[in-house]
C-alpha cells in the first residue's frame, strides 16, 4: 500500500522513500546554505546517496549523486556576496568528488550483492537438482532390486527342474542368465551402497579383523574369475614366506568389499596369462595392502580420477595394447575409497616398473594378539 492508516506516505513504497531521502537533502540544504560557504556539509548527501542506491535503483542513485555535486558546488556562490578562497574551492572539489566515488561505488556494491545473490539461486538451485536425482537414483536402484531378486528365484527354480525336466544345454543357458542377473543385482546393490553412503554415511560395525584371512577368503571366492581371464592369483605375506596376521580395527564385511574390488580390477585389467598378486605388510604404524596386476599401467592423467564415482577410464588410455575384459561403472574403486576413508585409511594408486599397476590401501595397526 502507498500509503498508511493516518493518510501518510507508507515509509515502505517508493514514494514514501522518496519523501525521506527529500527530507534528508532539505536537512543538508539548510545546513549548507544558511552558513558560511567554508563550511562543507556536502559530505552529508552520502545518506541520500545511499539510500537511493539501496531503495529506488542504479538510475535515481547517478541522480542523487549529480543533484548532491551540483548543491555542493552551488553553495560556493549561493549566497552571493561571500569571498572565495582557494582552499574553500579546493575543499568542495574535493567534496564533490567523494559523492562522485560514493555513488559509483555503492552502485557497484549493489550489482555485486546481485550478482552473488544471484549465484547463491542457482547453487541452491542445483544442490537441490542434484539431491533430488540422487534421491531417484537410490529409490529406482532400490525398486529394481525386487524384480531382479524374483527373476533369480525363478531361474534357480528352473535349474532345480521345478517345473520340468531341464536339459543340460538348457542348464548352461540357465547358469549364464543366472550370473548375469547376479551381476546386475551386484551392481544394484553398489549404486545404493554408494548413495547412501554419500547422503548418510557409512556406518560400521567395528571388531578386531585379520586382513590375512579376508585376503584369502576373498582370492578363494575369485579364483574361477581369474582362472576364466587365464590370470594367475597367489596370496604373499610381504618379505616373509610364512603365513602372518595382519591385525586391524574394521568392519570385516566392508573390508571385504574392498578386497573383492581391487581384486576384480586387477584380474580385469590383467593381460592373458599374467599374475596378480596381493602382497601383505606389516608396518610400525600400519598394516598394508597391495594389489599388483600385469596390466599396460595407469597413464598420468588418468591417477587423479580413478577413485572419483562413475570413472572407469578407457581402454585406449592403456596404450591400445590389450582389450579391457569388463568396462563395469565406475563404482567399485568409488565404494573402496569410502570404505577405506571411513576406517581412517588412505588408497592410493601407482604404476609397476616395468609394467602393471599397483592399488593399495593401508590402515592402522591394531594391537591385537592373536
Known amino acids: 500500500m502507498l500509503f498508511s492508516k ?24 539548510v545546513l549548507e546554505f544558511s552558513t558560511p560557504n567554508e563550511y562543507v556539509f556536502g559530505y552529508l548527501y552520502t545518506a541520500p546517496i545511499l539510500l537511493a542506491n539501496s531503495w529506488l535503483g542504479r538510475l535515481a542513485t547517478f541522480q542523487v549523486t549529480f ?11 549561493v549566497p552571493a556576496g561571500e569571498v572565495m578562497r582557494a582552499s574553500t574551492i579546493a575543499s568542495r572539489a574535493i567534496a564533490g568528488m567523494a559523492l562522485i566515488v560514493t555513488g559509483v561505488l555503492s552502485d ?37 532390486k ?25 542348464q548352461k543357458v540357465l547358469a549364464t542368465m543366472a550370473r ?5 543385482l551386484q551392481l544394484l546393490e553398489t549404486l545404493l551402497d554408494v548413495y547412501r553412503n554419500d547422503t548418510e ?9 585379520d586382513l590375512v584371512i579376508l585376503a584369502e577368503e576373498a582370492a578363494g571366492t575369485l579364483t574361477e574369475l581369474a582362472a576364466n581371464r587365464r590370470v594367475y592369483l597367489s596370496v604373499n605375506y610381504g618379505d616373509s614366506d610364512w603365513r602372518r596376521s595382519l591385525w586391524v580395527r574394521g568392519d570385516a564385511l566392508q573390508l571385504q568389499r574392498v578386497f573383492t574390488n581391487l ?11 599374467g599374475r596378480v598378486e596381493v602382497v601383505l605388510e606389516p608396518q610400525a604404524a600400519y598394516q598394508v595392502v597391495k594389489f599388483l596386476d600385469t596390466g599396460a599401467g595407469i597413464q598420468p592423467e588418468q591417477f587423479p580420477h580413478l577413485f572419483e564415482r562413475f570413472y572407469h577410464g578407457d581402454s585406449d588410455a592403456y596404450g591400445g595394447l590389450w582389450q579391457r575384459q ?45
Open 6 to 29: 493516518a493518510g501518510l506516505p507508507d515509509k515502505e513504497s517508493p514514494l514514501g522513500k522518496s519523501l525521506l531521502i527529500a527530507s534528508l537533502f532539505i536537512v543538508v540544504l
Open 67 to 77: 543533484v548532491s555535486v551540483c548543491l555542493t558546488m552551488l553553495n560556493l556562490v
Open 108 to 144: 557497484r556494491i549493489r550489482r555485486s550483492e546481485k550478482a552473488i545473490a544471484l549465484t547463491k539461486a542457482k547453487l541452491a538451485a542445483q544442490e537441490e537438482l542434484v539431491r533430488l536425482r540422487e534421491d531417484f537414483a537410490s529409490t529406482l536402484t532400490h525398486d529394481l
Open 146 to 170: 525386487t524384480p531382479l531378486l524374483g527373476a533369480i528365484e525363478a531361474i534357480i527354480a528352473f535349474q532345480q527342474e521345478k517345473f520340468g525336466t531341464v536339459l543340460p544345454a538348457q
Open 180 to 184: 548375469s542377473h547376479n551381476g546386475s
Open 201 to 209: 554415511g557409512l556406518k560400521l560395525d567395528l571388531e578386531p579383523v
Open 263 to 273: 581384486l576384480v580390477n586387477a584380474i580385469n585389467h590383467s593381460r592373458r596369462g
Open 326 to 370: 569388463a568396462k563395469g561403472f565406475g563404482l567399485g574403486l568409488y565404494l573402496s575409497r569410502q570404505i577405506i576413508t571411513a576406517h581412517n585409511g588412505i588408497i592410493w594408486a601407482e604404476n609397476r616398473v616395468p609394467t602393471g599397476a599397483i592399488f593399495a590401501f593401508k590402515l592402522p595397526i591394531y594391537p591385537f594378539q592373536n
